[in-house]
């Protein structure tokens, strides 16, 4: 898991055969290295580099587009690095237009990450389960996608095309949108934030056949939390669940820190947490120790 010597095998190929296996992939968000390697060892084949995490772990702010590509790319870079199993990486609206998008699929490559997606946003960006969305045109889009396409040096980098046309413009026109990226090229479709379990269905009616479809159970978002069978049954390809561990992180640190105000120090709290020991061996100290035996030299 994340070795500091281990070569995964092409994690971009094994994406791809896990998108195309029988049953959802159910891919973690991921907000740093840590709460990767946490996913990883929980016994997930992929994790998800949250956009939205990631902005509230970097700078503790909303999910609005402040982030550059280059903090988002080194976040990636750092989850990617931490783990061997696949990272899908929210790359937003690529950060500009299609020639910045040019860049930012070259620098996610580098980075090391299997897959990422692309969204039809107005740059600055929001989360997709908020109000207030704008949209480019939809060839635009198909323009930045092409860009996409063009700029992948290994054919195994999985594309996704995103598109948050359903709050903007209504499903019909995201549906059409969805069908307009895929031949730009898009690997994989994502239509944001369905408000109505009818909604998701017909999503996955009209496209389910066409390529891998995501399904984003955003917690707490606008999409309605449906048991992954159903899911399943609908048919999609990858599901993500992308901040459950930055709100079980914060609440965490929140419970740790009103026992510290409370008490003076956090004793009380502390049988619910992991040991040091426990801690130290989860984020690779024996490794580490191995690999001063190793190379410490006579």
């Excluded at 991921?30 to 929980?42: G, I, K, N």
């Excluded at 084949?45 to 909303?62: C, E, K």
């Excluded at 990636?76 to 199993?85: E, G, L, S």
Aim: proline share 6%; glycine share 10%; aromatic share 6%.
């Amino acid at each position: 898991m994340g070795n500091l010597l281990s070569e995964p095998t092409s994690p971009r190929a094994r994406l791809r055969e896990l998108l195309a296996g029988t049953g959802p992939l159910v891919a973690p968000g991921a907000y740093d290295a840590l709460s990767a390697r946490l996913v990883e060892q929980a016994g997930f084949d992929v994790v998800y580099m949250t956009g939205f995490g990631t902005t509230a772990s970097l700078i503790g702010r909303p999910d609005v587009g402040l982030l550059s590509g280059a903090e988002m790319v080194d976040n990636a870079r750092r989850i990617a690095a931490a783990v061997d199993v696949p990272v899908i990486a929210d790359a937003d609206t690529g950060y500009g237009n299609a020639i910045n998008v040019l860049r930012t699929v070259r620098e996610y490559e580098q980075a090391g990450v299997a897959g990422l997606h692309l969204e039809d946003q107005v740059h600055p960006k929001k989360c997709g389960h908020m109000s207030g969305k704008a949209v480019i045109g939809t060839a635009e889009m198909v323009g930045k996608i092409e860009a996409a396409v063009a700029a992948r040096r290994d054919p195994d980098l999985v594309l996704i095309a995103r598109t948050d046309a359903a709050a903007v413009e209504g499903l019909d026109a995201a549906i059409a949108r969805a069908r307009a990226y895929l031949a730009a090229g898009a690997d994989v479709l994502f239509v944001e934030a369905p408000t109505s379990e009818d909604d998701i269905a017909r999503v996955a009616g009209e496209l389910a056949g066409a390529a891998p479809l995501v399904f984003n159970w955003a917690e707490g978002g606008r999409t309605p939390p449906i048991p992954l069978a159903r899911i399943a049954e609908l048919g999609f390809s990858l599901v993500l669940f992308p901040i459950g561990t930055l709100l079980a992180a914060t609440a965490g640190i929140r419970a740790v820190l009103q026992t510290l105000r409370a008490d003076g120090t956090p004793a009380a709290a502390m049988p619910g947490l992991p040991g040091f020991d426990e801690f130290t061996d989860l984020i690779g100290l024996p490794e580490v120790r191995d690999l001063e035996n190793r190379f410490a030299g006579s």
